[in-house]
């Protein structure tokens, strides 16, 4: 199981930036996928989560300015993020977890495999 994240970078309060998570070696039609990030000096937090069942959750702060989505075919999750603020800087990561998610989506000791973080900055 790998997972790859790409898409983070700076962006001005305000922005919008698209992240992505390829999944290799497994298919996202068994493993749910979950988004978590982690600022400096600050514990890492789930934003959200698509089942492999296909249910999203999100965290209240995500609610309203983050979509997460999934392509089948490219095997790959997408996390849509708009109305950025400078809280939402942080190394972003994306885990997988086996099966459907019922409950504990945003609980990161569920996730048996991360991928390596991408950097999003929201600074004017």
């Known amino acids: 199981v790998q997972l790859q994240a790409s898409g983070g970078g700076l962006v001005k309060p305000g922005g919008s930036l698209r992240l992505s998570c390829a999944a290799s070696?497994?298919?996202?039609?068994?493993?749910?996928i979950g988004w978590f990030r982690q600022a400096p000096g600050k514990e890492r937090e789930g934003v959200s989560c698509?089942?492999?069942?296909?249910?999203?959750f999100y965290a209240d702060s995500a609610e309203g300015r983050i979509t997460v989505s999934i392509d089948k075919v490219k095997n790959t999750v997408f996390l849509q993020m708009n109305s950025l603020k400078p809280e939402d800087t942080a190394v972003y990561y994306c885990?997988?977890?086996?099966?459907?998610?019922?409950?504990?989506?945003?609980?990161?000791?569920?996730?048996?495999?991360w991928g390596q973080g991408t950097q999003v900055t929201v600074s004017s």
């Open positions: 885990a997988a977890r086996p099966g459907v998610v019922v409950t504990t989506a945003l609980e990161s000791y569920e996730y048996e495999h």
């Open positions: 070696a497994f298919s996202l039609d068994y493993y749910s």
């Open positions: 698509i089942s492999s069942g296909r249910r999203t």
